[in-house]
DNA sequence: CGCCGAGTTGAACTGAATCAAGAAACGTGG
DNA sequence: CCACGTTTCTTGATTCAGTTCAACTCGGCG
């Protein structure tokens, strides 16, 4: 719960009062692996925050499910991201290991925008951090080859390559999960050259 | 000028003496095709709104200018979309067409946030509206073909597609000169089955 | 034991990039 | 106003990354 505070307070300064308002709205808790911690993200009234675990959002396009975001530690997850006023699809989210969360109602935190300038400044700076992720992966997507983005999500976020399935990450990274075991195999076997015997 | 400030308000409600407030700061001006509205995005301290004409936002890219957005009337330009605090790349605005613009400095606007919760909100929402902005886009550069992207920018913006040269169109839409006259090309042709008689 | 989902691998196919050469339009200066 | 070079657009041939379809492997589990 404090890191989801020490989070927020990130963003903008919050005064302490302000701070304890927040976080008497928050609630904690756990959930096991696979949870389905939001079913329609257009119908949520939650912001989530993973303090512990992993999350994905996904939603149904042509009957297949597209990853189209991990939520590891001290990330977001809610209506905010996706949605604003209640409009846009049937986006999910599960959690991919068992996790801790905090979490706010939504109707909570509009009464906090409303009567705390401080936090509604907060939510403007979220906002635009989210531009610039999202403005990131596009042009990610725009410039960079499979295999360069595979990479740089091996670096950026080791950890979800770790920790979820080939499928789920070969949609989030725009591509089959085809192309993204090849581009697996490709990336170990150059290393066999060098060192190993193989043959 | 009050186009600029009706644009705003219809983002948020906006209190007569914030909207005089806002207003005091703005300059209004007119430039002729081709000049250069902010030189790079990172060091512009305007905001700039769009009352009339058409500029484009591009960067350099391997020795390449990479369009990556059309300002058409009604739209922001300026620090807000791309950079935040002051870093990120030299992004360029260029106008396409001789265009009238409102403006306003970035540090009266940060005063305006400072002292009116309500402009903070306003640029709250303005954030989020960027966010679905991109999502769509990223979106549309995932799962759509050189040719649905076109159709769609031809739908939804015509008037960009008939001022913008094609070379400027294309790296917009993340394709090259070629195939977008490609596209063009085949979306004429077919339409000579029916009815001409060209053989 | 055989089934099942997850991952790998092969072969054929395809959308778009690249390279390269023309054709059209667009100033700019003589 | 025409001749010129320059930029913008079109078209063809080739190449390549990534998709699709399909078969096959492997580890787990009823």
Known sequence: MQKFIDYLSGLAKLSPQVKSAIESKLIWQEFPKKHVLIKELSLCNRLYFIEEGLARVFYLKDGKEITDWFCSEGMLVGPVVRNFPQKEGPHAVELIES??????????????FDTHHEVERMGRILAIQAVLFIQNRLDSLQFESAQQRYENLLKTYPSIIEKAPLGYIASYLGITQVTLSRIRGSLNRPAR??????C
Chains 1, 2 share one sequence.
Do not use: A, T
């Open 99 to 112: 996790s801790k969360v905090s979490s706010i109602h939504f109707d909570d935190l509009q009464e906090l």
């Open 193 to 198: 050259n060098s060192q190993d015997k193989i």
